[in-house]
Nanobody
Framework: QVQLVESGGGLVWAGGSLRVSCAGT????????IGWFRQAPGKEREFVAGIKLNGGTTEYSDSVKGRFTISRDNAKKSVYLQMNNLKPEDAAVYYC?????????????WGQGTQVTVSS
C-alpha cells in the first residue's frame, strides 16, 4: 500500500487561492486512483475530488466544481488540489487517499492531513 503525505495548507482570505499537495512513496503510486477528502469540525469526512491513475479522468463534488482542480504528476509521485475562490465553508482538514472504488470510496488509510482555514 502506498503511503501519502499531505502538505500546503494554510490560512487564506475568502476569495483567495491555495494549492495543497499529496506526496506518495513507493513504486506503486501510479497504479492508484487518488482522491482528496476533507473533514470540518463536527462533520463527517467528505469527498472533494478524484483523479484516475493516468490523470485522464477527474471527478468533483458539486460544492467545489468549477473552483477546484485536481491534477497529478506520476513522475513526482504527487497529486495536487488547486483551490480557487475559497469560501469559509471550504475550511477543513484536507486528506488524500488511494481510491478503493472510483471515484468516492477510499482505502481506509489516512495521513495527518493538512489544515485549510478560510477567513472572511
Amino acid at each position: 500500500q502506498v503511503q501519502l503525505v499531505e502538505s500546503g495548507g494554510g490560512l487564506v482570505w475568502a476569495g483567495g487561492s491555495l494549492r495543497v499537495s499529496c506526496a506518495g512513496t513507493g513504486r506503486s503510486f501510479s497504479w492508484y486512483d487518488i482522491g482528496w477528502f476533507r473533514q470540518a469540525p463536527g462533520k463527517e469526512r467528505e469527498f472533494v475530488a478524484g483523479i484516475k491513475l493516468n490523470g485522464g479522468t477527474t471527478e468533483y463534488s458539486d460544492s467545489v466544481k468549477g473552483r477546484f482542480t485536481i491534477s497529478r504528476d506520476n513522475a513526482k509521485k504527487s497529486v495536487y488540489l488547486q483551490m480557487n475562490n475559497l469560501k469559509p465553508e471550504d475550511a477543513a482538514v484536507y486528506y488524500c487517499a488511494t481510491l478503493r472504488i472510483w471515484p468516492r470510496v477510499p482505502h481506509n488509510f489516512w495521513g495527518q492531513g493538512t489544515q485549510v482555514t478560510v477567513s472572511s
